[in-house]
C-alpha cells in the first residue's frame, strides 16, 4: 500500500475507550463543575503542543467560509430534529465523532479539547448562554441515541450547551458530511471488499449564531485558546452587528 | 453494478468496519516532505502515480494545458508510461499545483490566464477528472497569476504573482473554501521594507506562523528570459524580501530583506527544528529563516549555490523527511546539486550530477531514494532549438549517486513543456468519499 495508513483501534479496545473517556471526563467535570473549580487536563497524548500566543479577540477577522448544511438529526431521546436547530441561535463548535475512535490525535483529542472550551465558557457569564457546543457522530449503526445518551454522560450540564448528535441512517448523515466538507474514506480491496480503515481527517468547525461556518480546526490547530479567542472574536462580531443594525 | 457496489460497500463500512477503525488520520508534519502540514494520507511507502501539470505547446499534440499522469510503480508493468491525461482549454502558463488538505482535490494554475484547474484525484487516482475551473479570480481579486496553491484546514490559499491593474509585482493572497468559494483576499505588504511581491507560502503551526517570498509580475514572467535580462528597469523588479505572517491573524509580522528574488520555501520536518530555508534565484544562495536567541524572526545568507557569477538559476529544492538534506536545481547548467544540512546554518554540497540541459522541478519520495525532476520553468524562458528539452526523469538515490531509472519525453510525446509534480497513490483508488458515494446512490 502506498499512502500512509490511517490508525485502527481494534473492537477489543471499543468498550475500555469508552469507559476510560467516559470516566476521565467524569472525574474532570466533577472537579469543574463550578466557578473556581479545577479545569480540565487538556493536555492529552496526541495533542500537538502550542507554541506561541494567539491574537487577542476582535484584533482578527474571521470571515465567512460556507454556510452550514441542514439536516434531519437525531438528538439523545431519539427525537428527530433540524441540525439547524443545533446550529443557530448560538455561537456553536461542531465536530464529527464516533464513540469507538482511539486515535489520541482524532476524536479522544476533539472530546478533550471541547470539554476544556466548554468549562472556559461556563466561567464566562457573556458567553454561557451563547455558546454551543455540538458532537455528531458519524457511525449511525454504532452509534444510536443511547449510545451518545452514556458518551454523553461524561459531559455532565454546567450551564453550556453540548449536544450529543447522531443520525437515523447514512442517507442523512451523507448530505451533511458533504455539505460540511468532511471527508471520510474507505479502502477497499482489489475486489471492492472494504479491507481495512475508515478514516477521517478530523475537522472541528465553529459557526457563528447564523449558522455560518467562520473557522475550521484541525488536530495541527486544535487549541482551547485558540478557539476561546475565536468564540469571543464572534461575539464581538455579533455585538458590532447588533449595533449596527437600522 | 457500480453504484450498487459503492452503496454495499458504504453500507458496510457504515454498519460494521467503522465501529473497528480508527477516525483521525494522522496529522501531518509535512506531506512528501514539501506540502501544507494539514495535508492528510502522505504517500511514505511506495508511490504509484505522478502527477504532471505541463504547458501546452502551439502545434503540439492538441497545444493545451494538461495534466499527465505517469505510472512510477516499478512493480508495474506500466512503470515509466503516461498513463492519463487531461486537456484544460488553451495554453495559459500551466505552473504550480497543490492538493487540498484531504488530499482528494488537485488544484492546479495557469500564470497567464489566471484560471485554476480543479482536478477529482481522490475518486480514481490513476484517472483525474477536471470537476471545477475558477476563472474569475483577477475580477474578483485583483491578483493574477495564481502561483502557490496551499492547503489550509477546509481551504486553499492560493498566492498570487501580478495584479490585474499593471501586471506587476506588488499581489496578494486570495483563501478559497475547498468547494472553491472565494473567502478571503490578503494583500502582501507594501510598507514597513515590504516590496508587495508574492512567490511561495510555507506554514509552521505550532509557531503560528506563514512564511511568504517573492518573484516578480507578469509582465517580467511573460516576458522573453532573452530580452528581460538586457533590461536593467526590468531588472530591478524582483522581489527581494520574505514576509512573517502571523497566520491566525493573516496579518504580517515582519519583512526580512532576503535579495534576489527567493523561491520555494521549506520548513525542517525534523521534530523540534524551527527553521526554514529557501534559495534566492537571481543571486543563488541559501537563506535559512528561524528565530534568534531572542524570539524576533531573521533570514541569514548561509550558502553559495554554484558560481553565482555564472547565474546558474536555482529553482527548486527538496529538502528530505529529517531535515538533514536539500536538492537544488539550478536551470541553467542543469545540474541537480545535494546539500547536507545537518547544520542548517552551514549548508555543504556534497553531490551534483547534470540531469538534463535545462532542469526546474525537483520531488523526491517520502524515503528520498526516488526522485523526480522536470524540465520547464516558463514557456518564455525555457532554452531554444536543442536544448529545449522536455522531460520527467526518474532517479534513484542511494545517498550517493542519482541513477537513472525511467523518462518520459514531453516533446516526443507531444505533451508540451514539463512543470510542477505531485504524487499519488493507488491505495487512495479504493478510497471513496462521501460526496460521491451520496452521488452514485
Redesign the interface.
Known amino acids: 500500500m502506498g499512502s500512509s495508513a490511517p490508525r485502527r483501534c481494534a473492537e477489543s479496545r471499543i468498550r475500555p475507550l469508552v469507559t476510560v473517556l467516559v470516566a476521565a471526563a467524569l472525574l474532570a467535570a466533577a472537579a469543574g463543575s463550578g466557578v473556581g473549580a479545577h479545569e480540565p487536563d487538556d493536555t492529552i497524548p496526541g495533542a500537538i503542543a502550542m507554541d506561541f500566543v494567539p491574537p487577542t479577540p476582535g484584533s482578527y477577522a474571521l470571515p465567512p467560509i460556507m454556510r452550514a448544511p441542514d439536516g434531519a438529526v437525531l438528538d439523545q431521546a431519539g427525537r428527530r430534529q433540524p441540525l439547524s436547530r443545533f446550529t443557530a441561535g448560538k455561537i456553536t463548535l461542531l465536530g464529527f465523532i464516533y464513540t469507538s475512535c482511539a486515535d489520541a490525535r482524532g476524536c479522544p483529542l476533539a472530546y478533550q479539547v471541547f470539554h476544556t472550551v466548554q468549562h472556559r465558557v461556563s466561567e464566562d457569564p457573556d458567553l454561557r448562554e451563547r455558546v454551543r457546543l455540538v458532537s455528531l457522530s458519524f457511525d449511525p449503526a454504532r452509534d444510536t441515541p443511547a449510545v451518545m445518551r452514556r458518551y454523553a454522560a461524561g459531559a455532565p450540564p454546567n450551564g453550556v450547551e453540548w449536544a450529543f448528535l447522531t443520525t437515523e441512517r447514512p442517507r442523512t448523515l451523507v448530505p451533511l458530511l458533504d455539505g460540511f466538507g468532511q471527508d471520510v474514506r474507505l479502502e477497499l480491496d482489489d475486489h471492492g471488499r472494504t479491507a481495512g480503515p475508515l478514516a477521517h481527517v478530523l475537522k472541528v468547525f465553529l459557526l457563528d449564531e447564523r449558522a455560518v461556518v467562520r473557522e475550521i480546526y484541525t488536530t495541527a490547530y486544535l487549541y482551547p485558546e485558540v478557539i476561546m479567542n475565536d468564540i469571543k472574536t464572534l461575539r464581538l462580531d455579533e455585538q458590532f452587528r447588533r449595533r449596527s443594525a437600522p | 453494478m457500480r453504484g450498487i ?1 459503492i452503496r454495499g ?20 508534519t509535512a506531506d512528501e516532505t514539501c506540502n501544507s ?2 495535508m ?9 502515480y505522478l502527477y504532471v501539470w505541463a504547458l501546452g505547446v502551439k502545434g503540439l499534440g492538441d497545444g493545451s494545458d494538461k495534466l499527465v499522469t505517469i505510472d512510477v ?1 516499478p512493480a508495474s508493468s506500466r512503470y515509466g508510461k503516461v498513463i492519463n491525461k487531461i486537456s484544460v482549454r488553451g495554453q495559459g502558463e500551466a505552473h504550480h499545483m497543490g492538493f487540498t ?2 488530499r ?1 482535490y488537485l488544484w492546479a494554475g495557469g500564470l497567464d490566464n489566471s484560471r485554476i484547474s480543479i482536478f477529482d484525484v ?1 475518486t480514481d487516482p490513476a484517472r483525474p477528472k477536471l470537476v471545477r475551473t475558477i476563472s474569475d479570480m483577477p475580477a474578483k481579486t485583483g491578483y493574477v497569476g495564481p502561483h502557490t496553491f496551499y492547503a ?4 486553499m490559499i492560493v498566492q498570487g504573482l501580478s495584479n490585474a491593474k499593471d501586471d506587476g509585482g506588488v499581489t496578494g493572497m486570495a ?1 478559497y ?3 472553491g ?1 472565494l ?2 483576499t490578503h494583500a502582501m505588504p507594501t510598507s514597513e521594507g515590504g516590496d508587495g511581491y508574492g512567490y511561495d507560502v510555507a506554514i509552521n ?5 506563514m512564511l511568504t517570498s517573492s518573484f516578480t509580475g507578469r509582465k517580467n514572467y511573460m516576458r522573453a528570459l532573452g530580452e528581460l535580462v538586457k533590461d536593467p528597469e526590468a531588472m530591478k523588479r524582483f522581489g527581494n524580501t520574505m514576509v512573517v505572517w ?1 497566520l ?4 504580517p509580522k515582519k519583512v526580512l530583506a532576503v535579495p534576489g528574488a527567493p523561491l520555494e520555501i521549506r520548513w525542517s520536518l525534523k521534530d523540534g527544528d524551527t527553521w526554514a530555508i529557501t534559495a534566492s534565484a537571481l543571486t543563488s544562495k541559501l537563506w535559512l529563516v528561524k528565530p534568534d536567541a531572542s524570539g524576533e524572526w531573521q533570514a541569514k545568507e548561509v550558502a553559495v549555490i554554484g558560481d553565482p557569477a555564472q547565474i546558474p538559476l536555482p529553482v527548486d529544492i527538496s529538502i528530505n523527511k529529517d531535515g538533514t538534506g536539500l536538492w537544488v536545481n539550478t536551470f541553467m547548467d542543469g545540474k541537480t546539486r545535494y546539500f547536507d544540512i545537518s547544520n542548517p546554518e552551514q549548508p555543504k554540497q556534497t553531490y551534483e550530477r547534470v540531469t538534463g540541459k535545462q532542469v526546474n522541478m525537483i520531488s523526491q519520495s517520502w524515503d528520498g531514494t526516488r526522485v523526480y525532476i522536470a524540465s520547464s520553468l516558463l514557456a518564455n524562458w525555457d532554452k531554444g532549438g536543442a536544448d529545449n528539452e522536455q522531460f520527467v526523469r526518474g532517479f534513484s538515490w542511494d545517498g550517493k549517486e542519482l541513477k537513472p531509472t525511467f523518462e518520459v519525453d514531453f516533446n516526443k510525446e507531444k505533451l508540451g513543456r514539463a512543470h510542477h509534480m505531485k504524487l499519488g ?4 483508488k ?6 460521491r ?2 452521488t452514485l ?1
Open positions: 457496489h460497500t458504504f453500507a458496510a463500512a457504515l454498519l460494521g468496519v467503522l465501529a473497528l477503525v480508527g477516525a483521525g488520520a494522522p496529522p501531518a502540514p494539514y492528510a494520507n502522505l504517500v511514505k511507502g511506495q508511490e504509484d510503480n488538505d484531504d482528494r481522490g489550509m484546514p477546509g481551504r483563501l473554501s475547498n468547494k468559494e473567502v478571503s503551526p505550532q509557531k503560528n506562523v502571523d491566525k491573524a493573516m496579518k497513490a493507488k491505495a487512495m479504493a478510497a471513496y468519499g462521501l460526496e458515494t451520496a446512490r
